[in-house]
């Protein structure tokens, strides 16, 4: 590379050897294809006017905001919630995901195949956990420990009768191997792209020898 002066010529020259060394590994374990898709939904009409009564009072409350608080960005993300679950925020009306949900699960299992299902919020995974407990899903989220989260990957990873992992988007992005699912099913994405990318990577890892789909 020739002869780099000056100490911060030379801590970048580090900094991007180390980052070539750290990416190349994984570009040489030639990993089955990673595919990624949105399904669009349409909101049925008593979520989109929730969503619609939600969003213009939000508007009402932050007219002529000039600087926002953490409160105003819990406002925001009240309307990611409705989108998610009208149930997180309290309200008796099923949401269009659930729905799309149940149908796509049932091609995978008809399919033989195993899935993942991801949310960032844990009041959601909770619910989904209790829907689909006819199917004994394996499940992991903050609140437990690092043994425990482990137990319930075996599960999905050893045990044939287990199709179905559910998780927390933030627990599950770390650490994990579940390389036994194609299927990674985003009911919604965390604002940092980065805990995606990791979600979706405890699939797309060592030891996948099928095509991951990423919906």
């Known amino acids: 590379f020739g002869r780099v002066r000056g100490t911060q010529n030379e801590q970048e020259l ?4 180390n980052s070539v060394m750290i990416r190349r590994p994984k570009e040489l374990l030639r990993l ?10 349409r909101m049925t009409p ?21 600087a926002y608080t953490k409160s105003d960005l819990a ?12 149930r997180l925020v309290n309200a008796d009306i099923d949401g269009i ?5 149940d149908e796509y699960l049932e091609d995978v299992f008809n399919g033989g195949e195993k899935a993942l299902v991801y949310s960032i ?18 499940y992991v989220d903050g609140t437990m420990s690092s ?3 482990q137990a319930e990957v075996d599960r999905l990873q050893n045990d044939p ?24 099913l985003f009911l919604d994405l965390s604002w940092t792209y980065t805990d995606n990318e990791q979600a979706e990577d405890r699939m797309h890892r060592r030891g996948q020898t099928g095509i991951v789909n990423i919906i």
């Open 14 to 17: 580090h900094d991007r050897l």
């Open 32 to 41: 089955p294809e990673k595919r990624s898709s949105y399904i669009p939904v």
């Open 46 to 66: 008593q979520q989109a006017d929730l969503y619609q009564f939600a969003k213009k009072r939000i508007k009402e409350e932050l007219k002529g905001t000039k």
């Open 75 to 86: 406002l925001l993300t009240r309307l990611r919630q409705i989108t998610t679950n009208p």
């Open 97 to 101: 995901k659930e729905l799309y949900l």
């Open 121 to 138: 919020y844990t009041e959601e995974t909770r619910r989904l956990k209790a829907k689909y407990r006819h199917l004994n899903p394996a």
């Open 147 to 149: 043994r425990e989260a």
């Open 161 to 184: 009768n287990t199709r179905l992992l559910i998780g927390s988007l933030q627990a599950t992005k770390e650490s994990y191997t579940l390389t036994e699912a194609n299927y990674g």
